[in-house]
């Protein structure tokens, strides 16, 4: 089972809305990322987690709030979002294995969302 | 600044033709090369990766080669088909401590494949 989950597939909320990404994967995988994607635009990092803990902040604003609440899911909750923030929000996860030091980090389908 | 740079931004290819997209790097930390292919509206999926220490990895139609001292990596699709039309997103991975891989993208390059 190589899949990452994420629902909804599609949002559309208004600017005063709170809503949540939610994603999962039963890879066993103990990093898990947030990415943005803009139309025609390569996928930027938001966050990581490792081992369910906040690592890496790309200098997200606030409004952007994730969460891991075990090491199989991963949230973004989302609050007083701007009609710019509209994009493809992926999910990922990835492990490197000692015996072939190869990483592979796969990606979920996706959550367009639409900021109205 | 971007660390990851690729070309061309587009590609049209004849069915049957190779189609060939390269990357170059500046960071010597990376050290995993994967290769994404996307659909329009799905998230990227994992084409085919190589490590530094390997010249050239084939899977399939798919080949990546790599040259270190160069800095540089490209994807190479024989036999393209109309199927193959799609954007393809070559990244550098680097570990920043733990488990904490970051993947650095390059820009894309949107691929089509004529009948």
């Known amino acids: 089972d190589t899949e990452v989950t994420q629902t909804p597939k599609h949002l559309v909320m208004g600017m005063t809305n709170k809503k949540s990404l939610k994603c999962e994967q039963h890879?066993?995988?103990?990093?898990m990322y947030w990415y943005k994607q803009k139309a025609k635009k390569p996928p930027e990092l938001m966050f990581v987690y490792s081992y369910e803990k906040l690592s890496i902040n790309e200098s997200v604003p606030s409004r952007f709030s994730p969460e891991c609440p075990n090491s199989s899911l991963l949230n973004l909750h989302l609050h007083a979002l701007q009609p710019e923030d509209s994009a493809l929000y992926l999910c990922?996860?990835?492990?490197?294995?000692?015996?072939?030091?190869?990483?592979?980090?796969?990606f979920g389908q996706g959550t367009r969302l639409t900021v109205v | 600044q971007q660390q990851v740079k690729q070309s061309p931004q587009s590609l049209i290819v004849q069915k049957g033709g190779i189609s060939i997209i390269n990357c170059a790097y500046e960071n010597t930390a990376f050290d995993y090369f994967p290769w994404y292919q996307q659909f329009p509206g799905k998230g990227p999926a994992l084409l085919i990766a190589i490590r530094p220490d390997v010249s050239e990895k084939k899977e399939g139609r798919f080949t990546i080669s790599f040259n270190k001292s160069a800095k540089q990596f490209s994807l190479h699709i024989m036999d393209s088909q109309p199927g193959d039309s799609a954007t393809y997103f070559c990244a550098a991975l680097t570990n920043s401590g733990g488990s904490n891989y970051k993947l650095t993208f390059g820009k894309g390059t949107l691929l089509t494949v004529n009948p």
């Open positions: 890879m066993g995988h103990r990093a």
């Open positions: 990922a996860s990835s492990q490197r294995t000692l015996v072939t030091m190869n990483t592979e980090a796969f």
